[in-house]
């Protein structure tokens, strides 16, 4: 079935370098997201890509969709330890039960001050 | 009030009882989900129900059985619980034919002894 794989499992950096999160799908994608769990909560949606080769930014995050529509990856750039949790990527595939999101296992990313 | 609220917060439950974990939600989504979610291991599925009819096995549903008793309401329950199925648990709505996000609950923190 599908799979999406997502690297690394954790990331530890010093508040002020960079932070990347990777996904890979088994499968070509309807639609990727992105979600953020903080620690102790819930995930919560941060954004979806759906275009092949798609790039979207939110203040010091940078999101793109691969053009075969398979990987995606998420960059911070200068972390702060408000960026403190866990990001997964879900993947969506194309109708019936490949329409549900599929999570990867999600990258625990922490900011050293 | 949360979009999806899930009851109760947290359980301890002792092996080879019964215990229900309940979740219902304010979207008017049709889809609801069971995730469940372990250290290193991310979301996973453990069933999905596209209406109240209409309820489906997910990748890890053995040992557990869900309830589709409204649009709102989707009841997870474990007949005879075991230590292993020591785990955070999430329900979750969507309206993938939309394209929309997911929503979770807040979660269910479930320790059994």
């Known amino acids: 079935g599908q799979q999406v794989m997502q690297i690394p499992q954790y990331q530890h950096v010093q508040e002020g370098e960079d932070f990347t999160t990777y996904c890979n799908s088994s499968?070509?994608?309807?639609?990727i997201q992105w979600y953020k769990q903080r620690p102790g909560g819930h995930p919560v949606f941060l954004i979806q890509l759906v275009k092949s080769g798609e790039v979207k930014k939110q203040k010091r995050l940078t999101f793109q969709f691969g053009e075969a529509k398979k990987n995606s990856s998420l960059h911070i750039t200068a972390t702060q330890t408000t960026d403190v949790g866990t990001y997964f990527c879900a993947g969506r595939g194309y109708g019936g039960s490949q329409g549900n999101l599929i999570f990867g296992k999600g990258t625990k990313l922490s900011v050293k001050p | 009030d949360a979009d999806v609220t899930q009851t109760p917060r947290n359980r301890i439950t002792k092996t080879g009882k019964r215990i229900m974990l309940e979740c219902s939600q304010t979207?008017?989504?049709?889809?609801m989900y069971w995730y469940r979610q372990d250290p290193g291991l991310g979301l996973r599925l453990i069933y999905y129900s596209f209406d109240v009819k209409d309820i489906n096995k997910g990748e890890i549903s053995d040992g557990y059985s869900v309830s589709r008793q409204a649009q709102a309401k989707f009841s997870l329950s474990l007949e005879s619980a075991i230590p292993n199925q020591t785990a955070l648990y999430f329900c979750?709505?969507?309206?993938?034919?939309?394209?929309?996000?997911?929503?979770f609950g807040q979660g269910t923190r479930l320790t059994v002894v």
């Open positions: 499968t070509t994608l309807s639609n």
């Open positions: 979207k008017g989504h049709d889809r």
């Open positions: 979750a709505t969507s309206d993938p034919f939309r394209g929309t996000e997911a929503f």
